[in-house]
């Protein structure tokens, strides 16, 4: 074989691992784009949003959602809620309120409710408290000892709290706890069956 064949052949097969690469690359660029483009439609976990309008400035916690008791002398109710775009094959919700600057060495949990129906997009204020709470909705032992909405009972002197309120969108429809059920057992089972979660802070000092 002359020097000119081989020099051809090998020309030719570098144009032809030029081309597949670009086929390959334009098909790549195709389905990312059919990709984005369901994106459009579907709910995805970064849309899931919610908001607490109860919370003022700055997401300052006001008495009203206090803790009635230990010192302080709030009115104890949950605050509202809203939640939307909830990621697709949602069965049901849970709300947890958590307290990870409490001096305990375990922070502390004020509300957990689950249960929660799909269909549902908002708590109104006071649902933690056995006012208007969805129907078929449960809730479990907080670190007050007992069931529902313990609000915000900080230290006096400490910084302002951090009171992260979490809304769970879950692939089940129920969760299979026991009725006496801790925070933490609760909380364990929300995060093996969660799809999304959605997450507002107020803040809270005395």
């Given at each position: ?55 003022v400035s700055k997401g300052r916690i006001t008495l ?107 692939k089940v429809d129920k969760l299979d706890v026991p ?28």
């Amino acid at each position: 074989m002359s020097t000119s064949q081989r020099y051809w052949r090998t020309a030719v097969a570098a144009a032809a691992m030029v081309l597949g690469a670009a086929s390959i690359g334009g098909a790549q660029k195709a389905d990312a784009s059919k990709g984005k483009a369901k994106g459009k439609t579907t709910p995805s976990a970064s849309h899931f949003k919610v908001t607490a309008p109860d919370f003022v400035s700055k997401g300052r916690i006001t008495l009203a959602h206090v803790y009635n008791g230990m010192g302080c002398g709030g009115q104890n109710s949950s605050p509202a809620l809203q939640w939307s775009n909830p990621p697709a094959g949602t069965k049901s919700f849970a709300v947890t309120m958590y307290d990870p600057d409490a001096p305990t060495g375990s922070g502390w949990w004020h509300w957990v409710m689950y249960n929660i129906p799909a269909s549902t997009t908002s708590l109104a204020d006071g649902a933690g408290n056995g006012r208007n709470a969805p129907s078929g909705s449960a809730e479990g032992m907080t670190d007050f000892g007992t069931k529902g909405y313990g609000g915000p009972c900080p230290p006096v002197g400490d910084k302002p709290h951090h009171y992260h309120i979490t809304v769970f969108a879950l692939k089940v429809d129920k969760l299979d706890v026991p009725g006496n059920a801790t925070s933490a057992y609760i909380g364990f089972n929300l995060n093996a069956n969660k799809l999304a979660t959605a997450r507002v802070t107020g803040l809270y000092a005395r």
